[in-house]
């Protein structure tokens, strides 16, 4: 994402959470010391490359994942997700002969990534039974960009480090089991995400809009005062 885009995204997370925080009373929260949870991501991944974010030519490509979480204090946890998606995007010539000088008709190109990442997660007071969660997560992330320069076609496999984080809403369905809504950037070390490193470019990244299915394994009741 684009520097001007990352200050706007920091600066609502952090006016979202003072509102939720100044407008709801602490109550027992629903993340008890022990609980294990498993949950199952499905949504959107958008590119944050070069010419994507040159031409705001943002496509919607597939994602899915999964995330193990172990609640370690009252409303904090621990989490480890596995990931992967897809990227793909197009620059048209005006594109290619302003920024990049490049003699071709048209650039394509088509990337697969998949990942593992740990973090952490803290749970907001809550509102409406609507649980507010902030996450930050780094790991690694695997690519595989196909590039095709007007009828060329090559290929670039790397490996690079991910990072970012993620504002989510949490809604219990019941005792064990709950719906998440969520929104992730994430941030890598590579400019080869879309297979084409440029000079003065910046380091390529994705955000990600998902659904979440959550399952408490081990719910734990808490003891009456």
């Known amino acids: ?21 100044a407008a709801t009373t602490m ?27 040159l031409q705001a ?50 650039i394509d190109y088509h990337t697969t990534y998949y990942g593992g990442t740990l973090g952490v997660a803290y749970a907001l007071p809550s509102l409406f039974d609507i649980t507010p969660i902030v996450q930050l997560h780094a790991g690694v992330i695997k690519h595989s960009a196909e590039i095709f320069f007007d009828q060329n076609r090559f290929i670039s496999n790397k490996s690079a480090t991910v990072w970012g984080p993620a504002v989510l809403f949490d809604y219990p369905v019941t005792h064990g089991m709950s719906l998440r809504a969520g929104f992730a950037a994430r941030f890598t070390s590579t400019d080869l995400l879309d297979g084409i490193e440029y000079e003065e470019s910046q380091n390529d990244g994705f955000s990600i809009a998902f659904l979440s299915a959550v399952w408490t394994i081990n719910p734990v009741v808490p003891e009456p005062f």
């Open 57 to 106: 030519q943002y496509t919607l490509n597939p994602f899915g994942g999964a995330t193990l979480e172990r609640v370690i204090f009252p409303n904090t946890s621990v989490q480890f997700s596995a990931f992967g998606g897809y990227l793909k995007n197009e620059a048209d010539d005006l594109l290619l002969t302003k920024f990049y000088k490049l003699k071709y008709n048209s």
């Open 1 to 21: 994402m684009a520097e001007v885009s990352l200050r706007s995204f920091l600066a609502c997370t952090v006016a979202a959470v003072v509102i939720l925080t």
């Open 27 to 53: 109550r027992a929260q629903r993340f008890h010391d022990g609980e294990y949870r498993f949950g199952v991501d499905l949504g959107i991944s958008i590119p944050g490359d070069d010419f994507t974010r």
